[in-house]
């Protein structure tokens, strides 16, 4: 199962290293970033499935990043957590007028930071937590790592799997052999992007299987995609 991505974007070490070990301890890849410009940019790179925004960061306020988020047809509906000292309720509802999905308020203890982020995923991205994916006429059980198709099962190698899984989680969304190859292989693994071509060819194969409607999009200079229907 691929975990969920989130990204922390902190300026305060200590409590950026402290929401990573607590995140990575419940199985959340995380990502943390110190700086609103830092964080914009790796955001157009990649979207995670949840976004911890402290209100005060440098260079682009956490505030601003937020609305210039929403303004951004990627990131529209990016589940978003805002962690402010702020406290005051005027403080509140601007952030979240602003687009925040939700407000926390330093000090916070770290299992109702833990509790909110998993209410939020439930809430706003379900297939993040779901045990079972469906899109069109194909089924992907995460807990059985079995897949199929009018259901009639389909043999896939791990990476194939994976690969599908994470697609499916994003159906109509169109990702680039790097955005793949970042979450399906790991932003720290090196290989060849041509790599991706691979496995999609193995993929669109097997859960084709000569007969049925081809499922995955090949979009000329872009990349792949999942058809919705």
Same mark, same amino acid.
């Not at 290293?17 to 995140?23: F, I, P, Q, T």
């Not at 602003?98 to 833990?114: I, N, Q, R």
């Not at 509790?115 to 059980?141: C, F």
């Given at each position: 199962?691929?975990?969920?991505?989130? @990204?922390?974007?902190?300026?305060?070490?200590?409590?950026?290293?402290?929401?990573?070990?607590?995140?990575?301890? *419940?199985?959340?890849?995380?990502e943390v970033?110190?700086r609103g410009?830092?964080?914009? /940019?790796?955001?157009?790179?990649?979207?995670?499935?949840?976004?911890?925004? !402290?209100? @005060?960061?440098?260079?682009?306020?956490?505030?601003?990043?937020?609305?210039?988020?929403?303004?951004?047809?990627?990131?529209?509906?990016?589940?978003? /957590?805002?962690?402010?000292?702020?406290?005051?309720?005027?403080?509140?509802?601007?952030?979240?007028? $602003?687009?925040?999905? !939700?407000?926390?308020?330093? %000090? =916070?203890?770290? %299992? *109702?930071?833990?509790?909110?982020?998993?209410?939020?995923?439930?809430?706003?991205?379900?297939?993040?937590?779901?045990?079972?994916?469906?899109?069109?006429? /194909? @089924?992907?059980?995460? *807990?059985?790592?079995?897949?199929?198709?009018?259901?009639?099962?389909?043999?896939?190698?791990?990476?194939? =799997?994976?690969?599908?899984?994470?697609? @499916?989680?994003?159906?109509?969304?169109?990702?680039?052999?790097?955005?793949?190859? !970042?979450?399906?292989?790991? *932003?720290?693994?090196?290989?060849?992007?041509?790599?991706?071509?691979?496995?999609?060819?193995?993929?669109?194969?097997?859960?084709?299987?000569?007969?049925?409607?081809?499922?995955?999009? $090949?979009?000329?200079?872009?990349?792949?995609?999942?058809?919705?229907?």
């Open positions: 199962m691929i975990a969920p991505r989130i @990204m922390v974007v902190e300026d305060e070490e200590p409590l950026g290293v402290l929401l990573r070990y607590n995140l990575e301890s *419940e199985g959340y890849q995380v970033v110190t410009d830092e964080a914009e /940019i790796r955001l157009q790179e990649n979207v995670p499935d949840l976004l911890v925004l !402290d209100w @005060m960061v440098p260079a682009v306020s956490g505030i601003e990043l937020c609305r210039r988020l929403r303004m951004r047809p990627e990131t529209e509906r990016l589940p978003i /957590i805002m962690l402010t000292a702020r406290g005051e309720e005027s403080d509140r509802v601007r952030g979240l007028s $602003t687009g925040a999905d !939700d407000y926390l308020v330093k %000090p =916070f203890s770290t %299992p *109702e930071f833990m509790a909110r982020i998993k209410a939020l995923l439930r809430r706003a991205k379900p297939e993040v937590l779901s045990s079972v994916l469906k899109v069109g006429d /194909i @089924m992907l059980d995460r *807990e059985s790592h079995r897949v199929y198709r009018k259901k009639s099962e389909i043999r896939l190698g791990p990476t194939e =799997f994976r690969l599908l899984e994470f697609m @499916m989680r994003h159906p109509g969304r169109v990702f680039s052999r790097s955005q793949l190859l !970042d979450n399906v292989w790991g *932003e720290t693994i090196y290989i060849d992007e041509r790599t991706v071509d691979v496995h999609v060819g193995r993929l669109r194969k097997a859960v084709n299987n000569g007969r049925m409607p081809d499922v995955i999009r $090949t979009i000329r200079g872009a990349g792949y995609a999942i058809r919705e229907d």
